[in-house]
């Protein structure tokens, strides 16, 4: 059982940044890839940006450049960095974590963006 808590929301106006981090309960090496999604009022889960075992990362078409993801073994952690925020940025974002034979989320934090 890998258990995630996510740490870092909140609100912020358009074109600012925040760093979001998500705590694991497990050696980050172990898992397949860690990522962040990010689901909206009346929309699905979509993925905002991931890195896998090898270190190569991923990101949404909606990311430009914006975001980046980065974990850290020593401390078992995930971060997402996000720069330029839009108000469409606008969402509970999740941390995902990836291995062979399951997966798991964490609780959510929020993250809204206004003026």
């Known amino acids: 059982q890998v258990q995630l808590v996510e740490s870092g929301g909140g609100l912020v106006q358009p074109g600012g940044s925040l760093r979001l981090s998500c705590a694991v309960s497990e050696y980050v090496s172990r898992i397949y890839t860690l990522g962040w999604y990010r689901q909206a009022p009346g929309k699905e889960r979509e993925l905002v940006a991931s890195v896998d075992s090898h270190g190569n990362k991923n990101y949404g078409d909606f990311v430009k450049g914006r975001f980046n993801i980065s974990k850290d073994t020593s401390k078992r952690t995930v971060d997402l960095q996000m720069n330029s925020l839009e108000i469409e940025d606008t969402a509970v974002y999740y941390c995902?974590?990836?291995?062979?034979?399951?997966?798991?989320w964490g609780q959510g934090t929020q993250v809204t963006v206004s003026s």
């Open positions: 995902n974590a990836s291995l062979p034979s399951a997966e798991y």
